[in-house]
């Protein structure tokens, strides 16, 4: 089968590559190519034991998603966005990449003809759900996003459930979980700290916590991320049904749980590289996030979360410090 | 203040602007102009106290929307819409009208400058929720709409939300109850008969019921639709909150409740005419539409349902019949 992968360059993009040239197939069919898109061009991965075309190539731009699925991917993991707080500084381009480019390849896929019916994977977020919420949050409560790329999010969940009901292609959404522990760089999203707190001190330097530690959130790790996705393309299409946008399973921590497990994990030497310095602003927004869903339909269709977060941090140390930890 | 009507050519815009001009103002500010648009040129009110525009004009056309609010209306009623039928018959004349044509609307108002923040007041439809739901049905519920209509009409609910949240207008969208009695001929909508059923027996001619008389439905009478449309203009931005989009209110009743109140407001001879004509292909298009809302928002916001079927009934005896009722 030919899979092609949007928004290929960034993390979980890249993850999935690697997943996927591991496996070498999919849903027990072997990959016979690979397309990777993104608006830079992503690195093909070493040693695929399949052709892989790695192209830059921006949906929204005219003509582009046309081009995506010319060679007709059999499965699609549409993972290209800008994130969130991008979306927010930026309401056009947001706009644009968000909705306007997974519309577009959607109507690729529609226009496409010849019976070209793809599966197609799209990694939507709990961004689309808003506070005031319940503690915990139930499959079919409304979405009331608070963002700009939560409404975007939303907004494509529904053209995704109508484009599937139409018979245009088979797909799945899934919302997925906030990611940590996120390799890389610290970045100023407000949502930075949950990784940074983990990250930085087995790396040896010094993290920040703007927030307390009973602040609860919502977590998946890069690896059960990638997981999602690829159970997403296991699935069919009667297992599925209409309603084709599912709450990941996740793991609900608090702050201080995070900061237990990475000291069960790498030692008090690794805790006492967290400084508190507590950022109103942060925490006001933070307070505003989701804690806990019930992720019914995903459990019971078979999505795994993680089951702890002392295997969030063991499976960081594996698969970004090659095993090992800062002294 | 200045008033636009889209859609002010269809039955509900008619009756709004035959509503506004006889009131002369609107949340206690006089009316100093109109502007209708519609894709056909509407009908100018007779005798208004105001100057009125009517004009065709196509929301989804290039340039169209910027016109629209070229002159700054102060107070938007978005009625203009494919309706249900036909968005799902015609795919891309749906997305054109029901969701590009309101996006351009919205970004029309946000790209005019000057602090241009109009209010808006939205048309939605109880056709963004999709069975299964519960029997009634809580203001959370997610929307899982099984029509391109209702698909196109949740997508504009979530733009308008964060068009709002950003600052760039002021609105409330409204998803209206089913429509009963629509005046005029009989359609080929699946909902058709709800209104046929007394409109036809009240005329002196036959009506067909396609269901069995146990079918319960969402109901608001034309005159409680244009009152909901200007509660919505009246309400304060911070009484409608985050959550702009409200069910409304509606009166709940079934096939042969509504038969029932027509027997009493017209009499036996009326009832006579209905005859029973099942339609399995009707009877489950009917099954998977909702019978009940909760609407608390709504009914804490002040809106008001019709309180009776004979209420209903009576209305149309009114309003479309000049009090008569055919022998």
Known sequence: MHVLITGAAGMIGRKLTAQLTSLGGVNGR???????TDIVPPDAPAGAPFPVTATANDLSAPGAAGRAVASRPDLIFHLAAVVSGEAEADFDKGYLVNLDGTRALLEAIRLAGGGYRPRMVFAS???VFGAPFPETIPDDLFLT???????????????LADYVRRGFLDGVGIRLPTIVVRPGAPNKAASGFFSAIIREPLSGMEAVLPVSEDVRHWFASPRAAVGFLLHAASLSRDAVGARVNLTMPGLCCTVGEEIAALGRVAGPRATARIRRAPD???ARIVAGWPQSFEASRAAALGFQADTSFDDIVTAHIEDELGGRIAA
Chains 1, 2 share one sequence.
């Open 280 to 282: 109103a602003v942060i």
């Open 30 to 36: 072997a990959i016979e190519r690979m397309t990777l």
């Open 125 to 127: 977020s709990i961004a």
């Open 145 to 159: 996003p608070l963002t700009s790329y939560g409404t975007q999010k939303a907004c494509c969940e529904l053209l």
